[in-house]
């Protein structure tokens, strides 16, 4: 049964590896149907589409329940990015020296904070608020991490060897853009990780048996699983190997019992024992010791009470803050509202169905997606917004919808996407340079992809005017706007997106086309 650990370790780093590649990918080299494989394995993810109505996570999920209860927590070990970044730091330390080899003790889960902690994630995917999703899930936070700590690594190794390859001469390697410097979007994931690392490092995988919302569901199905670890006893020589070297802590060797609950089947303990005591063996169910039960039935029941509070995280969510609304100008107030990225269908949608894992934010060619902070609300909590003041959404693109793991995002074709409107440009005509400055300007103009913005006479010169009717929210109006801090010309969000109309070809007056042929942008 030696090879078990062996087939674990092969397929664990296969996809950590994936994963982690796809994420740093620079050139966006990965096709697609890899990310849409590679994501459709996460469970944290599969729960989400099935919360949000969309049923074909179902087939996801019912793979993994089915996985789980014929052999336990196997996906915590084999497929979760984030429980592969635990092992390895896990071996660090025996990588730098073969002296250094960790030793664990047998550790009673903490099943209560466990089952609590899945059981508001789960009732809260349900009534739309994911707040404990999104800080907890495990593929979203390693994501998250590695977009935000990873790619400005890349891109600078990117361009250092761009930039000695140009002083010899060879021109093959294209300087990358570095995305607008976030604070927010750096120092939490960096914070996690180190919490997650230090934690790993002191306590082994303490946050899979305690924390992570996905291990509490596995957790509560290994409990039925139909294959356990088990030691057997007349084999069994007292050793205490397997206790030592079980990174989940649930080995009581002394007593010769396995939490199997806590178990993320990593198959240590049978690569590890000399005697082939501790077995893979059908054990339908699980002897506990004699009181436990009754005390974690009570943890649990305890715990599930606490579930009214994702009614109040709601309520939190919905308070505005509408003292300074009145004194704020139209340009502040349309800015308060976050703008979902294209296929987002409305807020809610979005909101309560989005994991904020960042795939969105790392394949957007043009860099426009940004985590929001307190936009969307409490729960929406680093969710991907629109950043007009970073980039514009590329009228031809649907990256992000194709890469979307949880349907947050619909897929939408190339001739959908051109009329899905996410918002509403509006035009702020006395803080234009063509009024304050009495300068000539068709930024906006000249960027428009749909032709909503047109220059209309106004005074010898030319004016923007906006037609809603053909404006999808692209941003890019805003972005090339010359104006700041408050853009002239801006766009607020739809609460639900709407379809624009077809575009039409602008007629522009000759005298204009004149003045605006010398036009800088």
Not at 236 to 245: A, R, S, T, V
Not at 246 to 261: P, V
Request: with cysteine.
């Amino acid at each position: 049964m030696r090879f078990l650990k062996s087939g674990r370790v092969v397929i664990s780093a296969a996809v950590f590896v994936l994963l982690t590649f796809v994420f740093l990918d620079p050139y966006h080299i990965v096709p697609v149907i890899v990310l849409d494989v590679l994501t459709a394995l996460q469970a944290g993810p599969s729960l989400i589409k099935i919360g949000s109505g969309f049923y074909p996570g179902l087939i996801v999920l019912a793979g993994i329940i089915a996985v789980t209860l014929l052999w336990g927590r196997i996906y915590c070990s084999t497929l979760c990015p984030l429980g592969t970044f635990q092992d390895i730091i896990n071996r660090i330390p025996q990588w730098i020296s073969r002296r250094n080899k960790r030793r664990f003790l047998f550790q009673k889960p903490f099943a209560a904070v466990q089952y609590g902690i899945a059981g508001l994630s789960v009732i809260g995917v349900f009534i739309g608020s994911i707040f404990l999703v999104n800080l907890l899930e495990p593929f979203s936070n390693y994501v998250r991490s590695i977009n935000a700590i990873g790619n400005p690594l890349i891109i600078s190794i990117n361009n250092l060897a761009a930039s000695t390859a140009i002083r010899w001469g060879y021109f093959g390697i294209s300087q990358l853009a570095f995305r607008q410097f976030d604070a927010l979007a750096l120092v939490m994931p960096v914070l996690f990780l180190l919490f997650v690392g230090v934690l790993t490092y002191k306590k082994g995988r303490l946050f899979c048996t305690m924390m992570c919302p996905v291990g509490g569901i596995l957790s509560i199905l290994s409990r039925m699983s139909f294959y356990k670890i088990s030691i057997v006893p007349g084999q069994c020589k007292d050793c205490g190997l397997c206790e030592k070297i079980c990174k989940a802590r649930c080995i009581d060797a002394k007593n010769h019992t396995i939490e199997f609950s806590a178990c993320i089947g990593c198959m240590n303990c049978i690569d590890a024992c000399p005697t082939g005591g501790v077995q893979y063996i059908f054990k339908r169910r699980e002897q506990e010791p004699a009181g436990t039960p009754q005390g974690e039935d009570k943890s649990r029941r305890k715990f599930l009470g606490s579930l009214a509070l994702i009614p109040a995280l709601r309520l939190v969510d919905r308070a505005k803050s509408d003292q300074t609304a009145d004194t704020l100008s139209r340009y502040a107030q349309a800015k308060r509202k976050p703008i979902a990225p294209p296929g987002a269908i409305s807020t809610k949608h979005f909101t309560r169905t989005c994991t904020a894992c960042h795939l969105c934010v790392s394949e957007c060619p043009t860099q426009v997606l940004y985590p929001a902070g307190f936009e969307y609300g409490l729960s929406g909590f680093f969710q991907p917004k629109m950043n007009y003041s970073a980039a514009y959404c590329n009228y031809d693109c649907t990256v992000c919808g194709e890469v979307c793991p949880t349907g947050a995002l619909r897929k939408l074709e190339k001739p959908e996407k051109k009329l899905t409107q996410i918002g509403k440009a509006e035009f702020q005509k006395d803080d234009c340079i063509v009024i304050t400055k009495k300068k000539d300007c068709g930024a906006c103009s000249e960027h428009c992809p749909t032709k909503a913005v047109r220059m209309v006479p106004y005074e010898n010169r030319f004016l923007p005017e906006v037609h809603s009717e053909y404006c999808i929210g692209c941003g890019a109006c805003e972005h090339a706007c010359p104006v700041s801090p408050e853009k002239a010309i801006f766009v607020a969000a739809n609460e639900f997106q709407e379809k624009a109309q077809k575009p039409v070809q602008e007629i522009v007056p000759k005298s204009a086309q004149q003045q605006l042929q010398d036009f800088p942008f």
